[in-house]
């Protein structure tokens, strides 16, 4: 804590902006501090403060079928999961999946695609990721109405299926979000 410095308390002065951007520089370099502490980065708390009442709420709007109020409250907890856990962690990959389920029902498919195809990205053909067949075939059908190829993808699924059937008792996308927020949601109680 020798490296934090925050400034000293002042009666007046406390709204000009010098004060101001030192008290944020003070505040920046505490979270840095603490951060560095993979116990507390780790931790639900930590957690909660910094992005999943976000997701929380993003859950109830998708829940209750208002997309629109969900998406920000998406993006917002995926730009902060990302600086916080890094881009490759299983929580971005799932606040992706959130999105792209998102983006579909407001039939957004340009913007469903390109965090269909982040999330793709980050699973990087594991097998053992529960998101990727249903991701695979959430894409395909996006590719399929915006008109891109989706050979290479379809090429992708049947390596990971053994057939229709397996295919089709498996999750889907939709399901498998909304099993985890409502986890998340379960975290609180």
Known sequence: MQNVAFPKK??????KLQTIAERSRGFEQFLSHIFS???????PEFEEFFYNR?????????NIGDYQE???LLQNGLHL???ILGESHSNVIETLCALVVTYCHI???????SYAKAALNLINDDGQNIFLVPL??????ICWRIGKDKRHLESQLSRHVSDAIDAESRPQLEELVM????????QAS
């Open 10 to 15: 002042t009666i007046t002065g406390n709204f």
């Open 37 to 43: 502490f993979e116990e507390v980065r780790n931790s």
């Open 54 to 62: 976000d997701l929380k709420l993003a859950y109830h709007y998708v």
């Open 70 to 72: 969900a998406i920000p």
């Open 81 to 83: 999961q990302e600086k």
């Open 107 to 113: 039939e957004s498919d340009a913007h469903a695609h």
């Open 136 to 141: 695979l075939q959430t894409t395909i059908g």
């Open 179 to 186: 099993m985890r927020f409502k986890h998340l949601g379960e």
